[in-house]
């Protein structure tokens, strides 16, 4: 197995760990959400994966997809140091509009939210992006690319398909990637550090 898709061996809290927040993990019906979660966090992280039954057919889209035999019922959630400091603790929403009674949950009391994006379903982001502008919460969009290089969307293609506003940053991803998904994460809180800083007339 490579190792980048590996999910670490269990991390006891720092001591000197003072701030924890929580980040929402969003985005359309297999964009990765759960992926995502696993690969950065340093506890097993705690996952409501039911298998996929009769019940889908016609209602989730498996095109992009065909080998995907689990979904997220619930949530995903897993906890990433971020420094010795502050302490992320990753809620990863449900894709599917049937679930959506669980998205306010999983939004409320979130610093931010990283909104995943797959190119071939540009479509299916359009939820999650709407409700986390409805509840004014700063996020980035992260386009997952699967283990490979998307040639043929570049990131001003995405932002223009999702009609992004300019300050929304929009960077690349593999979910699969420990450090990639900590680098999302990173651009993240800074986003939202700067946004505080402007609201309060700093920058």
Not at 1 to 20: F, I, N, Y
Not at 126 to 143: G, I, M, N
Request: glycine share 8%.
């Amino acid at each position: 197995m490579d190792s980048t898709t590996c999910e670490a061996a269990p991390v006891p809290l720092a001591q000197t760990a003072s701030r924890g927040v929580k980040i929402a993990v969003a985005g359309g019906f297999g964009a990765g959400k759960t992926t995502f979660v696993g690969a950065v966090s340093e506890i097993t992280p705690m996952r409501t994966e039911a298998e996929m039954t009769a019940a889908s057919i016609g209602t989730d889209d498996l095109s992009a997809t065909p080998s995907k035999t689990m979904t997220t019922v619930a949530f995903d959630f897993g906890r990433a140091a971020l420094s010795e400091s502050m302490v992320l603790y990753l809620f990863g929403a449900p894709g599917q509009d049937r679930f959506k009674f669980v998205w306010d949950t999983v939004l409320n009391g979130a610093l931010g939210a990283v909104v995943l994006v797959d190119t071939r379903r540009v479509e299916d982001s359009f939820p999650s992006l709407d409700l986390v502008e409805d509840k004014h919460l700063p996020y980035v969009v992260a386009h997952n690319v699967f283990g490979h290089e998307d040639q043929e969307h570049t990131l001003d293609d995405i932002r223009e398909a999702l009609q992004m506003a300019p300050g929304v940053p929009v960077l690349r991803c593999d979910a699969r990637d420990r450090q990639s998904v900590r680098g999302v994460l990173i651009a993240l809180v800074q986003h939202v550090l700067d946004r505080a800083d402007r609201r309060e007339g700093r920058a």
